[in-house]
């Protein structure tokens, strides 16, 4: 089994940046992407950007130009650069990750963008 642990969300001013982190620990043999999803209240979970081992990305349009997705495969940790952020990007995020056994999910970290 994999454990997903992130961190960084928080309370953000629009206009404002956050970086969330994803860490994968347990039984891991080979991750081959890790992404990021969110889910505001009352909507579905979208996917907000993933990447994979070779670096090959996709950004939602939504964020495209604002966010950058990072990955460090030796730590197995997945980063989410958030800049000028809005208010429409609150929601709870979650990060995930794929294994050949299984798609494994994060608690979620709230994100909230408001003055």
């Known amino acids: 089994q994999v454990q997903l642990v992130e961190s960084g969300g928080g309370l953000v001013q629009p206009g404002g940046s956050l970086r969330l982190s994803c860490t994968a620990s347990g039984r891991i043999f080979r991750i081959y992407a890790m992404g990021w999803y969110r889910q505001a209240p009352g909507k579905q979970r979208d996917l907000v950007a993933s990447?994979?081992?070779?670096?090959?990305?996709n950004i939602a349009d939504s964020v495209k130009g604002r966010f950058t997705i990072s990955r460090d495969n030796a730590k197995n940790t997945v980063y989410l650069q958030m800049n000028s952020l809005k208010p429409e990007d609150t929601a709870v995020y979650y990060c995930?990750?794929?294994?050949?056994?299984?798609?494994?999910w994060g608690q979620g970290t709230q994100v909230t963008v408001s003055s």
């Open positions: 995930n990750a794929a294994q050949y056994d299984a798609i494994y």
């Open positions: 990447i994979t081992t070779s670096g090959s990305t």
